[in-house]
């Protein structure tokens, strides 16, 4: 699998927008870009994933890169339950079975009240 | 509340004994998951079974020892292990072909 980077940590204020930018240069062609968050002291959950277009979904928004090389996920107004770690995972959805995750370090997300 | 639940949530244990951790879903998927994750360090995914059948072993000691006896259940049972296996024990599920994985809480081991 493609190999991602991301900024160790960052910082936003509360009701802000948030940019949590990921870069994966090596992205092949039929790698979707899966972002997961693991909030203290729990196991993670899926944010959104997406291909070619930007996506949107009740938690985030995710906006791709013209040539996938990056991709951002959007956070419209952070609160406070939104301080987590963030992950970003390249995954080729075209093969089949169980679909494993291979996640990095991620970013720490703290909101500032 | 995914619909993952992983009893103990938190377990302390000898190098000597044995235990098994144990996951439960609830959400009709066909692909179960175990994960470690130590601290500092990224999730490490450990094991993966497809309609009960193991399809992934991701180089892991064979102190550890899956058990799928159905597509709800998953177990990792654990004998003689090493105080640098405490860890948080992560258990996820998936439908098949899809990439959205669902995971339980987790269980706390500590191996004194």
């Known amino acids: 699998d493609a190999k991602t980077t991301q900024p160790n940590s960052m910082e936003s204020n509360e009701e802000e927008p948030v940019h949590l930018p990921c870069n994966h240069s090596t992205i092949s062609g039929t790698d979707y870009i899966h972002w997961y968050r693991q909030l203290p002291s729990q196991g993670p959950e899926y944010v959104i994933h997406g291909l070619t277009s930007n996506v949107n979904n009740r938690m985030a928004s995710l906006a791709i890169a013209e040539d996938r090389k990056s991709s951002t996920l959007i956070l419209h107004r952070a609160t406070l339950r939104d301080a987590a770690v963030y992950y970003c995972?390249?995954?080729?959805?075209?093969?089949?079975?169980?679909?494993?995750?291979?996640f990095g370090t991620g970013t720490r997300l703290t909101v500032i009240p | 509340e995914t619909g993952v639940t992983q009893t103990p949530r938190h377990l302390v244990m000898g190098m000597t004994n044995k235990k098994s951790l144990k996951c439960e879903q609830h959400?009709?998927?066909?692909?179960m998951y175990w994960y470690k994750q130590s601290a500092k360090k990224p999730l490490e995914l450990m094991f993966v079974y497809n309609f009960k059948e193991q399809t992934e072993n991701n180089s892991v000691p064979s102190r550890f020892s899956p058990e799928c006896p159905n597509s709800s259940h998953l177990f990792l049972h654990l004998h003689t292990l090493q105080p640098e296996d405490s860890a948080l024990y992560l258990c996820a599920s998936s439908r098949e072909g899809s990439s959205e994985q669902y995971f339980g809480p987790g269980t706390r081991l500590t191996v004194t």
């Open positions: 959400l009709g998927h066909n692909a």
């Open positions: 995972i390249l995954r080729d959805l075209d093969e089949t079975g169980a679909n494993n995750l291979f």
